[in-house]
T-cell receptor
């Protein structure tokens, strides 16, 4: 089952602009992770934010987490054509018997126009 | 370090057949997870192995099974293939899995005809 829901489903911006993607989830989490996927290939890990963290940075990426609203956002600043990809949020839930592993959203497809 | 490798990269099988996919994790990683990705259902967790034991299992029928060897390499098997099993199967490894990022392989694209 899908836990995370990304918004928007698709986003097209000009190179150099900032891109913001949002993710909402339903149940409690241990951490939330963002991944990038280029054209049906493997996923690349971008950033992991733990449930007790509110903001994290990595290069041009900034992730926020609001556990009270069960939501996260990914900001990519100064976008480049190479950032064109699908972006997924994934939650790791507290373990119970038969845990779900990482639960992914359906992703945001980001297109950077040159 | 070499990344996660998956073989084969592409596979075409016929309904009713069975298939075995292989995954070699990053050296030193003991956890291997498998995911199925389809356009309709997105990315779904299949199962996770750690030190040759299945620790977690997703909501898939018993036709989907896996195992892990002492060198942490993992295989997943799908028996009695159905058209709906056509998907990209992704393997991911991590040192211990919980609370850590997953390193994904390039995937095996399975087409069932």
């Amino acid at each position: 089952s899908q836990q995370g829901e990304e918004d928007p489903q698709a986003l097209s911006i000009q190179e150099g602009e900032n891109a913001t993607m949002n993710c909402s989830y339903k149940t409690s989490i241990n951490n939330l992770q963002w991944y990038r996927q280029n054209s049906g290939r493997g996923l690349v890990h971008l950033i992991l934010i733990r449930s007790n963290e509110r903001e994290k940075h990595s290069g041009r990426l900034r992730v926020t987490l609001d556990t009270s609203k069960k939501s996260s956002s990914l900001l990519i600043t100064a976008s480049r054509a190479a950032d064109t990809a699908s972006y997924f949020c994934a939650t790791e839930n507290p373990r119970r018997g038969g845990a779900d592993g990482l639960t992914f959203g359906k992703g945001t497809h980001l297109i950077i126009q040159p | 370090k070499a990344g996660v490798t998956q073989t084969p990269r592409y596979l075409i099988k016929t309904r009713g057949q069975q298939v075995t996919l292989s995954c070699s994790p990053i050296s030193g990683h003991r956890s291997v997870s498998w995911y199925q990705q389809t356009p309709g259902q997105g990315l779904q967790f299949l199962f996770e192995y750690f030190s040759e034991t299945q620790r977690n299992k997703g909501n898939f029928p018993g036709r989907f099974s896996g195992r892990q060897f002492s060198n942490s390499r993992s295989e997943m098997n799908v028996s009695t293939l159905e058209l709906g099993d056509s998907a990209l199967y992704l393997c991911a490894s991590s040192p211990i899995a919980e609370g850590e990022e997953q390193y994904f392989g390039p995937g095996t694209r399975l087409t069932v005809t």
